[in-house]
């Protein structure tokens, strides 16, 4: 094309590579797929969520009232189901996990300066009335009510005064409690945003010149090309490689999130399931032109090759990190993170006809 | 639509630089290399500085002769040298808990270079003191008043700069990763360069505290014109241009809702033209550049270009515009559009920033 367009010389060459451009535009981009992705996966990812928030709560509010093994273990399992709803939910990092710092309410992360750590550890310190009433934790630091601060209270240093009859172990369930009813809430309204009939989940599935968020399916196919991306870079330059290190001498498990309760590498594993059935149910595949069929089977590829490295980890992570097939294995993983990414941003993103520009992708 | 075709125009290159010449400065990425380009008024190369990684704007001496190349954020490399290309460039690195954030200014009648860079460890904003008859050794440093602090401008007065602290804190072991969305606090600083001190600091209404200014330019009346890029929900169509005169509180400007649409809440580059009186925002997320009133702050009307973000005072028509597809185009208000480079004979994406060069002041 490049050749032809040279020999009809530059002017008509130009208008000719204009009219193919326009005529090209999002003629990938999957019909519907608004609708398609709050039908497939937004709402049942952001009400399993919400739900097993809700579960959480119930949970603690029974084991904080008459704390046992048995109770216990029941917080746990909850709590790693939670954070594993977390990481399928976290992908959609636009409208309402944006709105008013959900994200950040539940996730506070990165932390590279351990805010979490020392606020929360400065909270279970004293004895705080607002640090065990929601509503008023709700005003604190968003450090101190998301997932980060629950697990500590559940799993970190102390942790075992759960269990004791103490003042010092009823406060930081209390505490636990509030936290859980905090994400709770912000869950619940993401699921409420997201729900039938929400401003926003209209906007996403019926784009159009009168939308004032999405005024064509193109624009709902780049928000979903962006949220994929961007899932994944994060996870794997902000979860990831901060444990690993750069080499092992620099690798330091404790950098990780969730290592407490061992939630970390079914983090990383819900991160790639995530994208792939997010993926799925957008109906990239459907979309695709035949010469672009390939895109599909390669991400698809890349995504079982991940997830395969992942499960070949078989040591805790603290010595998965450790020079070894494990630390290969990870190390795989975030290469094959950074490629399924390139792979959606670019080629993907240039099939379905919403390629970003150089300044736009990555601006300052 | 005109076509120039800068690349085949066969007009012939001036010999030697004409104290009049006009002439533009810029990064760009040419297949896989990073550059700086001194262009001449077609478009065509008179200098090219290769870079080790991406670069983004630039300090530029008031004769328009030496200028700074700044690696783009985090970046922690930055190049000086001479635009007619009579002298080596010379590299210089950050200080080793310092990266730069692309921009800076000389001041002190360019014996003073001022570069904006994190101080990522601390948490704060820093603007670095380089002397330059000292081979830019760096002489010192004062605090901006804010996080990620952006572009630098000197003011008419010659001792005052105005720094864009955007408010997002960064690490670069993040990259560029936002990591208190929750708590961003955006402003201007006024500092005072023969003391370090800030001598007035304005922001916006809380509300819009996720609203981060990084680009700026001075009118002809003194007034600094600030364009933000927002953080927030993208549902949210906050007004992204600004204007301040010292003394008065900050003015947000929205033009029509179409104009806020176009401009994809995120500012690339603010510029002026030749006279002052009019004002250039672009928007590579939105592909399009929105001219003001600088007297009014009256939307005077926009130019669609797709990746569209260097902009800088046209010569033929108000402004000049590059985009990161490679096209370069001459426009205004309610004026024809000059195409002068429509398809490069290389890949070139032309990065954020393109600086006008002052001419040298009439000598005798």
């Known amino acids: 094309m490049r050749t032809l367009i040279a020999a009809l010389g530059p002017v008509l060459g130009s208008a000719l590579a204009i009219l193919l451009a326009s005529t090209l535009a999002h003629a990938g981009a999957p019909k519907d797929i608004g609708a398609n992705l709050v039908d497939g996966y937004i709402r049942p990812a952001t009400t399993q969520f919400s739900g097993d928030a809700a579960a959480m709560t119930r949970s603690l509010e029974s084991f904080c009232g008459a704390p046992d093994a048995a109770g216990e273990a029941e917080v746990h399992a909850r709590f790693d189901a939670l954070v594993r709803d977390w990481f399928a939910v976290m992908i959609l990092r636009f409208g309402p996990l944006v709105e008013d710092n959900r994200f950040e309410r539940i996730f506070f992360w990165p ?60 406060y930081r369930c209390a505490y636990a409690l509030a936290v859980s009813r905090r994400i709770a809430a912000t869950a619940g309204g993401l699921a409420d945003a997201w729900a039938p009939g929400s401003a926003y989940a209209r906007d996403f599935s019926m784009p159009g010149p009168d939308n004032d968020v999405y005024r064509d399916d193109g624009e709902v196919t780049a928000e979903a090309i962006k949220a994929m991306a961007t899932g994944l870079v994060f996870v794997a330059d902000a979860v990831v490689t901060p444990f690993l290190g750069d080499d092992p001498a620099k690798a330091n498990y404790k950098r990780a999130p969730f290592w407490r309760s061992g939630q970390a590498l079914p983090a990383i594993a819900t991160t790639l399931t995530a994208v792939r059935d997010f993926y799925s149910a957008a109906g990239f595949a459907g979309s695709l032109d035949q010469s672009d ?42 290469i094959a993170m950074k490629s399924i990414h390139t792979t959606i941003e670019t080629v993907l993103a240039q099939a379905a006809g919403v390629a970003v520009g150089f300044n736009a992708l990555d601006g300052d | 639509m005109l076509l120039a075709a800068a690349g085949v125009a066969p007009k012939a290159l001036a010999a030697a630089p004409e104290p009049d010449l006009v002439r533009y400065l810029t990064a760009r990425k040419r297949d896989a290399r990073f550059e700086v380009a001194v262009l001449d008024e077609a478009g065509r190369d008179l200098l090219v500085v290769p870079l080790e990684a991406r670069g983004h704007s630039f300090a530029i001496a008031g004769d328009g002769r030496r200028a700074i190349a700044f690696a783009r954020q985090p970046g922690r490399f930055a190049v000086a040298f001479d635009t007619t290309g009579a002298e080596a460039p010379t590299a210089f690195a950050s200080q080793p808990d310092r990266h730069f954030f692309g921009h800076g200014a000389f001041a002190d009648g360019d014996r003073l270079l ?59 072991d993040y990259g560029k990763l936002e990591l208190n969305l929750d708590t961003m606090a955006p402003s201007l600083s006024y500092v005072d360069v023969t003391t370090g001190d800030i001598v007035e600091q304005v922001s916006v209404d809380p509300s819009l505290h996720q609203l981060a200014f990084h680009h700026l330019a001075v009118d002809a009346y003194g007034a600094v014109w600030f364009g933000g890029q927002y953080h927030g929900p993208r549902g949210d169509r906050p007004p992204v241009v600004g204007r301040h005169r010292r003394g008065r509180e900050p003015e947000l400007f929205s033009g029509s809702d179409d104009v806020l649409r176009d401009l994809g809440n995120y500012i690339g580059s603010v510029a002026v033209d030749s006279s002052g009186t009019t004002v250039a925002t672009s928007s590579p997320v939105g592909g399009n550049v929105a001219y003001w009133d600088a007297a009014t702050g009256r939307c005077l009307g926009t130019t669609a270009l797709r990746d569209v973000c260097g902009v800088a005072a046209g010569s033929a028509e108000p402004f000049r515009l590059t985009s990161g597809y490679g096209e370069m185009q001459e426009s205004g208000p309610g004026m024809p559009t000059d195409v002068l480079i429509d398809a ?18 009439a000598s005798g």
């Open chain 2, 114 to 172: 001022f570069a904006t860079e994190n101080d990522y460890d601390g948490a704060r904003g820093v603007a670095g003191v380089y002397d330059v008859a000292a081979g830019m050794r760096r002489i010192g440093e004062f605090a901006t008043g804010g996080l990620d602090p952006h572009e630098a401008v000197l003011m008419p007065d010659g001792r005052t700069l105005c720094i864009a602290n955007g408010g997002v804190l960064t690490h670069p």
């Open chain 1, 111 to 170: 932390d590279p300066r351990g805010v979490t750590l020392r606020q929360v550890q400065g909270l279970l310190a004293g004895d705080d009335p607002a640090a065990v009433d929601a509503a008023r934790l709700a005003e604190k630091s968003v450090a101190v009510q998301g997932l980060p601060a629950l697990e500590y209270a559940l799993y970190g240093t102390g942790s075992d005064g759960l269990l004791t009859d103490s003042d010092q172990g009823r």
């Open chain 1, 293 to 334: 069929q390939w895109i599909d089977g390669s991400l698809r590829f890349e995504i079982r090759s991940a997830l395969a490295a992942l499960d070949s980890v078989d040591v805790p992570l603290e010595q998965a990190v450790a020079p070894g097939p494990a630390r290969d294995a990870l190390t795989y993983v975030v």
């Open chain 2, 344 to 361: 490069p004979d290389e890949p070139t994406a032309w990065d954020n920033h393109l600086r006008r060069l002052p001419t040298e002041p």
